[in-house]
């Protein structure tokens, strides 16, 4: 039992140690050693440093966003406010033109009388401000469109087509107007030409009616009428010649060469008289068939002529102001559909 239990005991045992038993390499470097005791503590706050950069940036870009759109909010509020303003400005404009238009509109429609020209002639002298008030509002309607309502878009809208009307018609009233000044002023002169005209030519017809007697009272007579005839021929030929200064596109070049026709008719019987009281008949019969023979040219001229001269300036006036009127009147009609358009 004993050799068993050596025998065990023997085998239990280490073999003796010839060889020194391999050791563990010596630590070179300094193994990973855990954390030490308060860094993660600091881990935690770089954690927490960076959410709160997240934060703050996030913060910084809300606050960025509401102030453009506070910018925004307050820009378009005060483009409103200005378009708004220069919509009341327009208006002010367009009001205190209008005393204008109104005067312009009135004379424009009214009949060419011999009274008009004082009025046509005011007028035309306000016509400059009138537009220039125009051209003003059209530029400040033109600056309404940004950051106006639906309301105040219309509303510039329909202004500045009623003033852009307004300013057509002011571009056309000074023909029209020029125009009603001068027909109404050849009016009177026209007239007491005619009335002359008239006057010399019964005068004349007198003058032949006593010459025709063949008497010495009556051809005494006849050379009194054809003087007095003479002078009323030279005041119409004056008349005329005013009126045709003064409106031009008459045609009163036609009243003038009938009156030079009566002129030489006039001439012609003068020296027939003075030859029959001076005892030349043949003369006298020879200047008395001239007479005859030009007076026959002088009726066809007469029935050339327009019936009176305030026709004649009447036609006249239709014919030169025909363009200047359509293009005025197609600018009042708009106008007056503007308007409209405001009221409503």
Known sequence: MADELDSISSEQQPPAATEPQEQ???????????????????????????????????GLAAVVIFGIMAFMAYQTFTQRLESVRAIDAATKLIEDADVIVVQVDTVVRSEVTSTLAESARAAAAQVPDAANQLEEAIVLLEQTTEGTTLEDEKRGSDLLAAVEARRDMMEQAPTILRLNQSASEALVPAREGWDALVSADQKSDRAVAEYNLLTKAGVRASRQINREAAAELATARDKFALAERLFPEAPFDQYLAYVDLRLALNRLSQQSDAAWLDGSLKRANALIRQYNDQETAAIERAKTLPETPEKAIADAYEAAAFRATEAYYRARDAATDADRQLRE
Request: aromatic residues 2%; positive net charge; glycine residues 2%.
């Open 24 to 58: 563990p390499p010596a630590a070179t470097e300094p193994r990973e050693q855990p954390p030490a005791a308060g860094s993660h503590a600091d881990a935690l706050l770089k954690a927490a440093s960076r959410r709160r950069v997240k934060w703050m940036s996030a």
